[in-house]
């Protein structure tokens, strides 16, 4: 397995809409495998494939919340939310793309969510609590949306001008 790189925002590949995946195969496996390498390394509790430049629709969480509890890792393939409830919740959310941001953004306290597991069977499960906040923050990625885009301009923008200092100090370190 292999630690991927993550993309920093603003980059374009996380704006675009991604496609689906239509065969399960070998390089597909990889890809999965180094997600959550990537994403447990990082550390974080969820990544998508255009996170690491790859624009397909494939997510990988694990909401485990403390050292205590059994990992629980989940890959979703060409994941999509088929009913969302009327309840809200907010929770405050990071992205491994923004680092150091964090901003309270509300959605659908719980989600009903179709996906084909990495054996190729279809699978549907309903998310609430952080698991809903992170199934529905990933699809987003699969759509090009950021969890910035649900925040003012205002704040986005200021996110982004600090994203951009740093990606400038970071390039600069390694040159
Ligand atoms: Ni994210």
């Known amino acids: 397995m292999t630690i991927r790189s993550i993309l920093l925002h ?6 675009k809409r991604c496609d689906p ?10 890809l999965i495998a180094d997600m959550f390498e990537t994403m447990y390394d990082a550390p974080g509790i969820g990544l998508a494939a255009p996170q690491v430049g790859i624009l397909r629709r494939v997510i990988v969480m694990d909401c485990t919340k403390s050292d ?5 890792p989940i890959a979703m393939i060409n994941p999509e939310i088929l009913s969302s409830s009327d309840e809200m919740n907010v929770h405050e959310e990071g992205c491994l793309s923004i680092p ?5 953004v509300e959605r659908p ?13 279809r699978q549907e499960i309903d998310c ?4 809903a906040t992170c199934v529905q923050h990933e699809i987003d990625h699969l759509d090009g949306k950021l969890f910035i885009d649900y925040l003012g301009p ?6 982004t001008g600090r994203m951009k200092k740093r990606k400038k100090e970071k390039a600069a370190a390694r040159a």
């Open 68 to 72: 205590e509890e059994d990992s629980a």
């Open 154 to 159: 205002v704040k986005r923008q200021m996110i």
């Open 10 to 15: 603003p980059d374009p590949r996380l704006k």
């Open 21 to 30: 995946v239509e065969t399960i195969d070998d390089d597909m496996r990889v």
């Open 128 to 131: 609430d609590g952080l698991l």
């Open 109 to 121: 306290a719980t989600v009903r969510v179709a996906y084909t597991d990495p054996e190729g069977m």
């Open 100 to 104: 150091e941001e964090f901003n309270n």
